[in-house]
């Protein structure tokens, strides 16, 4: 059984300052999301990560993905507050019938 | 304009009663999802569609069904076997299963 593992699960910093948020998983992957939710909202897609090595980068997020170690990391750099929101990493896995299995989000708070 | 779009966005359901939350989607996806967020957590799978007349269990699906009549639509159930039903629900779709799964609004549903 696929399990997919999130940390921190809740998060406070401060405007300006950088941090990581990790995602591991328990089997190989095909492929690994990290999407954004707003309170009250739905899901939004910010990264799909294919391989070993992946990188991606949207503005003050940038996802990585190292398969060997069955881990990705969402890096914030100097955050502002409207990346306040929760994070979910989510990962595919043929064996599970390519369903997507959700880590428990973690809760992004950006301080002024 | 494409997209999913999901109804009612509050939906209230007495004792004993059984309640039908729609998704629609215009995408020409031939997958559909359903899934059931509860406070501080991930997404759960209900029941997922591959393709029209067809549709199988996710790992929640007691006290739930579903149908895909049309390519279009993937109507839930919530049913009064389901004890627990208050919870966001969310729909998804994608080109195929391997793909990335786009989500709608959500429906909130809550028991009186």
């Known amino acids: 059984e696929l399990k997919v593992e999130q940390n921190p699960l809740f998060l406070s910093m401060q405007e300006g300052k950088n941090y990581t948020i990790y995602c591991n998983y328990s089997?190989?992957?095909?492929?690994l999301y990290w999407y954004r939710q707003d309170p009250g909202k739905s899901l939004e897609s910010l990264f799909v990560?294919?391989?070993?090595?992946a990188v991606k980068q949207e503005g003050r997020l940038m996802a990585s993905l190292d398969t060997k170690a069955r881990l990705s990391t969402l890096h914030i750099t100097a955050a502002v507050h409207d990346l306040s929101a929760t994070y979910f990493c989510?990962?595919?896995?043929?064996?599970?019938?390519?369903?997507?299995?959700f880590g428990k989000g973690t809760l992004l708070t950006v301080n002024p | 304009d494409g997209g999913i779009t999901q109804s009612p966005k509050y939906l209230f359901r007495k004792e004993g009663q059984n309640v039908t939350l729609s998704c629609e989607q215009n995408?020409?996806?031939?997958?559909m999802y359903w899934y059931r967020q509860d406070p501080g957590q991930g997404l759960r799978l209900i029941y997922y569609s591959q393709i029209v007349n067809d549709f199988q269990k996710g790992d929640i699906a007691e006290g739930y069904s579903v149908s895909r009549e049309k390519k279009e639509s993937f109507p839930l159930t919530v049913t009064s076997a389901q004890k627990n039903p208050t919870a966001f629900y969310l729909c998804?779709?994608?080109?195929?299963?391997?793909?990335?799964?786009?989500f709608g609004p959500g429906t909130r549903l809550l028991v009186l």
């Open positions: 989510a990962v595919v896995w043929r064996g599970s019938n390519y369903k997507l299995t």
């Open positions: 998804a779709s994608s080109i195929s299963l391997e793909e990335t799964q786009y």
């Open positions: 990560l294919l391989s070993n090595g």
């Open positions: 995408l020409n996806h031939d997958a």
């Open positions: 089997t190989t992957s095909d492929r």
